[in-house]
């Protein structure tokens, strides 16, 4: 099972609302990561959890807050969001933080109104 | 930091044309993927390849390490093929191991 698996597809929030995007992977992978892609432009990085310990936080604004429960799911919890922040969010995983091969999921398209 | 430059920016390719997308970095890597990102968002990894060549199919990579660059080949296209190819390298800095994307190749294959 070479899959990551995010929920949900889409969402769309207003400013004021609290959501969070989930995402499961079942390949023993002891590195997640969250990205954020604007249309035609690459993903950028915002956080990364080795071995369920953040790593890697992107100077992300406190509106964005990480969760990694176990070492199969990630999460990221979504409050008081602004418009410019509408985009894909990408989960991700490796074996290894950012030396090994990189299994994407199918992202979340977010609106925020 | 690393840069990582892809050319072309933009590709048009006729069904069944072949295409060598080109990937570029300006300091020594400790490996190299290449994606493609398919029209309804999903990033695929097509190859992880530090150094050599490898083949899947249609598609084959070249890494020159030494030359710092890459090359993706696509053979006898399919508008299937259409989307934007990401390479990614990776480098190390002060904590730790970092993914640096190139801004992508956008490829559509007209039928």
């Known amino acids: 099972d070479t899959e990551v698996t995010q929920t949900p597809k889409h969402l769309v929030m207003g400013m004021t609302n609290k959501k969070s995007l989930k995402c499961e992977q079942h390949m023993g992978h002891r590195a997640m990561y969250w990205y954020k892609q604007k249309a035609k432009k690459p993903p950028e990085l915002m956080f990364v959890?080795?071995?369920?310990?953040?790593?890697i936080n992107e100077s992300v604004p406190s509106r964005f807050s990480p969760e990694c429960p176990n070492s199969s799911l990630l999460n990221l919890h979504l409050h008081a969001l602004q418009p410019e922040d509408s985009a894909l969010y990408l989960c991700?995983?490796?074996?290894?933080?950012?030396?090994?091969?990189?299994?994407f999921g199918s992202g979340t398209q977010l609106s925020v109104l | 930091g690393i840069q990582v430059e892809q050319s072309p920016p933009d590709l048009i390719l006729q069904e069944g044309a072949n295409s060598t997308l080109r990937c570029n970095f300006s300091d020594s890597v400790n490996n190299l993927q290449w994606f493609h990102q398919n029209p309804w968002g999903q990033l695929i990894n097509l190859f992880y390849?530090?150094?050599g060549t490898k083949q899947n199919g249609r598609l084959s990579a070249t890494t020159v390490a030494t030359e710092r660059y890459s090359l993706l080949y696509i053979s006898s296209s399919q508008t299937t093929d259409s989307g934007v190819y990401f390479c990614a390298v990776t480098t190390t800095m002060e904590y730790g191991n970092k993914l640096v994307f190139g801004a992508g190749t956008i490829l559509r294959v007209k039928s």
């Open positions: 390849i530090p150094s």
């Open positions: 959890y080795s071995y369920e310990k953040l790593s």
């Open positions: 991700a995983s490796s074996q290894v933080m950012q030396l090994e091969k990189l299994f």
